[in-house]
């Protein structure tokens, strides 16, 4: 019988990767509310302004910090699952979210969702569920 292999094992070094990406992103809106709290704190006080800025930025960069590290979390432990070709579902979700992410996350997501779609890599997750 003829051994069929697969390329599970650079998805999850891309994916760890990915991870990585999503969380120095969730790092960047920290120092990013960090530094237009600083610059906005420094305008308000100077001029008047209908709403305060630091603050808006803030909300802005609480929930670009939360979604990237979400994001990074997931992207981890999809990493994690097609390293042990397990929760197939999981996987495909993971690979889904990840089109939503830029150009890396787009090309990514689209070849792994065609590769655990192979029959032989899907017969590998069934096998180890």
């Known amino acids: 019988m003829e051994t069929q292999t ?7 070094i891309l994916y760890i990767i990915k991870g990585i990406f999503n969380l120095l992103g969730a790092v960047f809106f920290i120092g990013y509310g960090f530094f237009m709290n600083f ?7 100077n001029a008047e302004t209908p709403f305060d800025m630091s603050t808006f930025f803030g909300i ?6 939360v979604v990237s590290l979400i994001f990074g979390i997931v992207t ?8 042990e ?3 197939y579902t999981f996987v495909l979700i993971v690979a889904i979210l990840n089109c939503l992410t830029g150009i890396l996350g787009i090309l ?3 070849f792994s969702i065609i590769e655990i779609n192979k029959p032989h890599v899907k017969a590998l997750f069934d096998q180890n569920k």
């Open 6 to 12: 697969n390329n599970l094992n650079t998805y999850r």
């Open 39 to 45: 610059i906005f704190t420094e305008v308000n006080q």
């Open 60 to 65: 802005i960069c609480g929930i670009g910090f």
């Open 76 to 83: 981890l432990m999809g990493a994690k699952y097609i390293g």
């Open 85 to 87: 070709a397990r929760n």
């Open 108 to 110: 990514l997501g689209i």
